[in-house]
């Protein structure tokens, strides 16, 4: 019965069709924003600075992934009733956000890779100094997404978990900003120091498990 619930789940990746493809768009104009306007001998570090550029992450894909993250889930009773398990929804959430995770960074990392050929510009994505921060975004988004799937857990109302998620984004934003220190969007510090990495790491799991409590013993209204 699991196995069935799980592959209707995939069903509805293909319904999504039409918000994966404004991902798929979102993820393009980013990565395009980014790398526009760098001339053949831009440095690497100057090159990572522009990518992971904190104004179109904090503006753009962080807002889309709170959205991605409501509009896609639906709790189905039925599904909970045929598994006698509310750890299926949780199972129907980690797919959601591998398939948002996709749609939106794989577009972003493959026009970097083709804008990076076509401009012959000198900075790779296949160096280390890229790739950290890169696993570093990764772990930012699904930050993201745990802590908007906490906040709807928590109201049962999308407005307010999209309004609570997006100032807590933009208050991240802010304290990098003026302290150049804050999670999120600690990109550059990720490259020299790999706490920030093993920080955010904790912080997901910690999220997860209170997600998991969430799941399993609230209410369904």
């Not at 196995?3 to 209707?8: A, E, F, N, Q, R």
């Not at 398939?99 to 076509?118: A, D, G, H, Q, R």
């Not at 984004?169 to 490259?191: E, P, Q």
């Not at 997860?208 to 209204?221: D, G, K, M, N, S």
Request: charged share 15%; glycine share 2%; proline share 2%.
């Amino acid at each position: 019965m699991w196995s069935k619930v799980i592959k209707h789940q995939f069903l509805y990746i293909s319904k999504n069709y039409k918000i994966n493809l404004v991902n798929i768009s979102l993820g393009i104009i980013i990565a395009l924003a980014s790398v526009g306007n760098l001339a053949r001998e831009t440095t690497q570090g100057t090159f990572i600075y522009e990518v992971f550029s904190e104004y179109l992450f904090c503006f753009g894909l962080y807002p889309m992934i709170i959205f991605n993250t409501l509009f896609k889930f639906k709790i189905r009773l039925s599904d909970i009733y045929a598994t006698r398990s509310r750890n299926i929804l949780l199972q129907q959430m980690i797919i959601q956000l591998l398939e948002t995770l996709i749609s939106l960074l794989v577009p972003w990392l493959v026009t970097i890779w083709i804008s990076c050929k076509i401009k012959s510009l000198r900075p790779s994505i296949f160096k280390i100094d890229f790739l950290l921060p890169f696993i570093y975004l990764i772990l930012s988004c699904i930050l993201v997404m745990l802590m908007t799937l906490i906040f709807y857990w928590a109201f049962f109302n999308k407005i307010i978990a999209f309004l609570l998620s997006f100032v807590i984004v933009a208050i991240m934003f802010y304290c990098y900003r003026s302290w150049h220190n804050g999670v999120l969007y600690s990109f550059m510090i990720a490259i020299t120091d790999w706490k920030v990495i093993s920080e955010i790491i904790g912080i997901d799991i910690l999220l997860f498990a209170l997600l998991e409590v969430l799941v399993t013993q609230r209410e369904i209204l």
